[in-house]
């Protein structure tokens, strides 16, 4: 499956990949699990500690929206949940922070903790954020279905920014002179980059965090990344952990080739037998989930960072034994007692028309690879460490198989996405492209100025949304470096908003 794009923020931008493998998604289910609890202590510290009942600024709403904006003859509504924290705000003329929702479900905290909501704090600024429609509760009973899932797109979803912009502007009585910042991680940062392209009236400046803003079919770079990064000594890689990796892999594969199947099945604690050729790409898919959630979550995850990944592949013996205790640590830190790698499983996972108002949208997910953005793993290049078995093929079958939805198909929706928003070279005007060189997503997105407003900054060593975090002390300085430059890009934009009210909005 997909590796989604999910992001660090408690507002949990994950951009996982897309291989649709087991292990990717207990992943993002585990990194969503951590944020929120990164974010619950930030934001205590921040008040600190609670006496009885605690004081939380944040307030839950619901707003009612058109399922479908580009067809008002469609009279059916959604109900989008959203939150507000007046705490920092100066009446009446305050700026708006708008933290925009991305594959999962929001929290109070998407207005309560991270990077947005100190800068909120520093310019007395009114917090809103939006969950995305079709993921969390913000989505009808009936969502999931082939039928009812006709109107997830990014596209009704800046339209939902613009609905929420109009609702919150009438609920505080704001005017021109109110600014707003949009911001956002993974998707969600294309979403903000975006909605000050397609909207410049309506937000002024927009911080895009690492944004895959163009689409890809064929990912083939997110795994040239992960190799990059593996062999990075600046996070605890090197050559010889790589060449491990490499090597366990095509041990694995000559144990694949020879049918040496319950030796594998046994030393990887596998929960049933793998029956060929779909179990066994989901198996080398779960494999490769471990190290490539190891790159893109690093420093995240407490036992599965890069550094701690290599130290067990190159203490290890041989190259298959490192593999083996690097799963099985994996494993432990998860608390899984085996390994799910039935092809069968997956589909039926993302076949479910249940809904699930907690956690990441991982048929929701899916169904935007297949219809916007495709951003397949794949590996069949010579520059991924892992199994050539995880091919752009295998991937796109699932488009099919879940969703009806043909390779021809998907192949146009993700040209057209890059026509529609311009990929990585945007025409808009103030918009903050963060990224980080470990990220693997990085690759998608702007990583050079475009012109004096639209700024990229790139990270030394961070990984995915790491400046979206709430700022700590360990911190590293290229880290700090980026916060400083933000938060100053920041400071100086609602200064000229100030000077000039009016001007600015389309104007860079
Ligand atoms: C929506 O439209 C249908 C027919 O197009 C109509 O029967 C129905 O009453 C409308 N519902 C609302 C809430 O207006
Ligand atoms: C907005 O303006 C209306 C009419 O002037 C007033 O009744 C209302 O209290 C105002 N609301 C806020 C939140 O200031
Ligand atoms: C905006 O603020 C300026 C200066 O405070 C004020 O004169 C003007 O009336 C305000 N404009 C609106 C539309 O509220
Ligand atoms: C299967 O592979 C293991 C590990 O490489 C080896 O020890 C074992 O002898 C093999 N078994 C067979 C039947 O080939
Ligand atoms: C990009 O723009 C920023 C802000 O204007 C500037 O500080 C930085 O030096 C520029 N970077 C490059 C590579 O030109
Ligand atoms: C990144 O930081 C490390 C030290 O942490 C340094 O050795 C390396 O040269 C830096 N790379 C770049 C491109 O600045």
Redesign the pocket.
């Known amino acids: 499956m997909a590796r989604l794009v999910l992001c660090v923020l408690l507002v949990v931008p994950l951009l996982g990949g897309c291989d649709g493998a087991w292990n990717q998604r207990q992943l993002r289910k585990r990194i969503h699990q951590l944020r929120e609890i990164q974010y619950f202590k930030s934001f205590y510290s921040r008040l600190g500690v609670p006496k009885g009942a605690p004081y939380v600024p944040a307030v839950e709403g619901y707003i009612t929206q058109p399922l479908d904006h580009f067809n008002r003859r469609n009279n059916a509504t959604y109900k989008q949940r959203y939150w507000i924290n007046e705490e920092f705000w100066q009446r009446p003329g305050g700026p708006v922070f708008l933290y925009i929702g991305g594959e999962a479900a929001e929290s109070e905290f998407s207005v309560l903790s991270g990077e947005h909501v100190e800068l909120a704090q520093k310019h007395r600024s009114l917090l809103v954020s939006l969950e995305h429609r079709y993921y969390g509760a913000s989505i009808n009973q009936d969502g999931l279905t082939l039928e009812g899932i006709r109107f997830l797109s990014s596209q009704q979803a800046l339209a939902d920014l613009a609905s929420f912009h109009m609702f919150i502007s009438q609920k505080y009585n704001l005017t021109r002179n109110n600014t707003w910042i949009c911001f956002g991680g993974s998707y969600p940062g294309s979403l903000s980059a975006w909605f000050r392209l397609k909207f410049p009236h309506l937000v002024y400046a927009a911080v895009a965090s690492s944004a895959p803003v163009r689409a890809e079919l064929n990912f083939i770079d997110y795994n040239k990344v992960v190799a990059d990064s593996l062999s990075d000594p600046v996070i605890g890689g090197s050559e010889k952990c790589l060449d491990k990796v490499k090597d366990s892999f095509r041990v694995v594969e000559s144990?694949l080739k020879?049918g040496?199947i319950t030796?594998l099945e046994k030393d990887f604690f596998s929960c049933a037998s793998l029956h060929p050729p779909d179990d066994y790409t989901e198996f080398v898919s779960n494999l490769a989930d471990i190290f490539m959630g190891a790159v893109q979550y690093n420093n995240e995850m407490p036992s599965s960072d890069v550094r701690k990944i290599c130290q067990q592949m190159i203490s290890a013996g041989s190259a298959?034994e490192g593999l083996i205790s690097v799963n099985a640590i994996y494993m432990e830190s998860m608390g899984l007692k085996c390994v799910e790698n039935s092809h069968e499983k997956t589909l039926s996972d993302l076949r479910k028309t249940e809904l699930d108002p907690v956690g990441v949208g991982e048929r929701q997910w899916y169904y935007q690879t297949c219809t916007e953005f495709g951003y397949y793993q794949t590996c069949e290049h010579a520059s991924c460490p892992f199994s050539p078995r995880i091919t752009l093929q295998s991937q796109l079958e699932l488009c099919t198989k879940v969703f009806q939805i043909t390779t021809e198909s998907v192949f146009q929706a993700v040209q057209f996405t890059n026509e529609f928003y311009g990929a990585d070279h945007p025409k808009s005007s103030r918009i903050i492209f963060v990224n980080g060189d470990v990220d693997p997503w990085h690759a998608l997105s702007v990583l050079k100025n475009q012109s004096h407003s639209e700024i990229a900054i790139f990270i030394n060593g961070t990984a995915h949304c790491a400046n979206m975090a709430p700022s700590h002390a360990t911190d590293p300085p290229s880290l700090q470096k980026a916060r400083e430059e933000i938060a100053m890009k920041i400071g100086e934009w609602l200064k000229s908003a100030r000077e000039e009210p009016f001007l600015g909005s389309a104007l860079s």
């Open positions: 144990l020879v040496n030796q298959y």
